[in-house]
């Protein structure tokens, strides 16, 4: 699942996007897959629409659609 938090100064600059990967309450521990992960990409709002596309463009590429929020084979 991607969250956005958005840091509203007086004048909007940037959106962070944080994904997460992993058992985010850390009450268990699953020897398959003993990991979790953090991480976020802090974008320019002067970018957006460039990043969207770039994402976009990784996203056929890899999935064959722009329609995938899953895991796709690469």
Known sequence: ?????????KKL?????????GDHTLSTFDRNFPIFTLCGILVSVKKVNA????IDELKREFCGTT???QV???
């Not at 699942?1 to 100064?9: E, F, G, S, T, Y």
């Open 1 to 9: 699942m991607v969250a956005m938090i958005i840091i509203m100064p």
């Open 51 to 54: 990043f969207k596309k770039a």
């Open 13 to 21: 600059k940037y959106n962070l996007y944080i994904d997460e990967c």
């Open 67 to 69: 329609d995938v929020i």
């Open 72 to 74: 796709c084979t690469m």
